[in-house]
């Protein structure tokens, strides 16, 4: 089975959103799914807190606005617009919050997996 992905553009405006309703606060994503990988454009709104704690891995970047990226045991850091952070599966719980709002890329798939 040949997985390879071409070569793609993404004009953004034309994935429909996806709504999530956090704890407090709404998410939209915007996915593109391919085989192995997931991308997707994430805005938070205002006063956004996610209703969960994340264990899969992620490359996230903040493109607008400031997040923070909260621990399950305890620290947290504020995102700002340029910053990334990168987890791989299983290696921490974490959630989102954020007072003002946020615009995200973020990556997932298959090479975040636990070391094999």
């Known amino acids: 089975m040949n997985d390879a ?7 953004w405006s034309t994935v429909p959103p996806e709504e999530h309703k956090g704890e407090t606060g709404t998410s939209w994503w915007r996915t593109l799914q391919l085989p192995g990988l997931r ?8 006063n956004y807190l996610a209703d969960h704690w994340c264990r899969k891995g ?3 970047h903040c493109l607008a606005g400031e997040f923070v990226s909260e621990l399950e045991d ?20 974490h ?12 990556v997932d798939g298959d090479f975040l997996g636990a070391a094999r």
């Open 5 to 11: 992905i071409s070569y793609r553009t993404i004009d």
């Open 39 to 46: 991308v997707r454009l994430v805005e938070y709104s205002p």
């Open 58 to 60: 992620h490359i996230v």
């Open 74 to 93: 305890g620290p947290a850091t504020a995102m700002r617009e340029g910053m990334t952070y990168v987890v791989s599966d299983g290696a921490s719980s």
């Open 95 to 106: 959630r989102s919050r954020t007072e003002h709002g946020a615009i995200l890329l973020i």
